[in-house]
């Protein structure tokens, strides 16, 4: 059972900074790994699949990377509105796994 | 649009039953995978259950995780675009908001329904 580790727990940051999230998983996944946003009281949202390929409708100041085992989100330009709980997800293998999330507070 | 709305959830005792439903609209619903994940109080979200898009004939491939296998039925009705999910002997460790999300890439998620296990 694959295992997707989230750093770092939490990140507080503020407007137009840049944000690095990052997700390790346990064996390889290849790309298969996708990344979710989720606000309160709110269904988790897909913002980029399969590494790197933006969900519809994504701003473009959400970007992701990596392969195999070692992966990034990167918010170029914080907004006050991306103020949520990050999730990252693989699809390589069954179980589907989440990562336990990042929480990013804009100050 | 794609939209998907869950019911059936509620407030059920230890070793009771619930069954969701899933009402999809705005996309071909017989050629999408769909599943079932849940998110527990204060906790990431859980992948729990898949099934093809083929339904539940002799060609489709329903798939569970461990914790539920042999309580928790997946099925599906393509002619009424929905999605079910049948949970049997539910245990408190199962309380959670249960969402129905749409393909392998769970690219469309419904707004989720409230299920309660509590004595």
């Known amino acids: 059972e694959i295992v997707l580790t989230q750093s770092p727990a939490t990140l507080s940051l503020s407007p137009g900074e840049r944000a690095t999230l990052s997700c390790r998983a346990s064996?390889?996944?290849?790309?298969?790994l996708a990344w979710y946003q989720q606000k309160p009281g709110q269904a988790p949202r897909l913002l980029i699949y399969?590494?790197?390929n933006r969900a519809t409708d994504i701003p473009a100041r959400f970007s992701g990377s990596g392969s195999g085992t070692d992966f990034t989100l990167t918010i170029s330009t914080l907004e006050p509105e991306d103020s949520a709980v990050y999730y990252c997800?693989?699809?390589?293998?069954?179980?589907?796994?989440f990562g336990q999330g990042t929480k990013l507070e804009i100050k | 649009e794609v939209h998907l709305v869950e019911s059936g959830g509620g407030l059920v005792r230890p070793g009771g039953s619930l069954r969701l439903s899933c009402a999809a609209s705005?996309?071909?619903?017989?050629?999408?995978?769909m599943n079932w994940v849940r998110q527990a109080p204060g906790k990431g979200p859980e992948w729990i259950s898949y099934?093809?898009?083929?339904?539940?004939?002799?060609?489709?491939?329903?798939l569970y995780t461990d914790s539920v296998k042999g309580r928790f039925t997946i099925s599906r009705d393509n002619a009424k675009n929905s999605l079910f999910l049948q949970m049997n002997s539910l245990r408190d460790e199962d309380t959670a908001v249960y969402y129905c999300?749409?393909?392998?890439?769970?690219?469309?998620w419904g707004q989720g329904t409230l299920v309660t296990v509590s004595s």
């Open positions: 997800q693989q699809r390589n293998a069954w179980p589907r796994a």
């Open positions: 399969d590494a790197s």
């Open positions: 064996q390889s996944v290849s790309i298969y």
């Open positions: 099934i093809s898009g083929s339904g539940s004939g002799s060609t489709s491939t329903i």
């Open positions: 999300a749409r393909a392998a890439s769970l690219d469309f």
């Open positions: 705005g996309f071909t619903f017989s050629t999408y995978s």
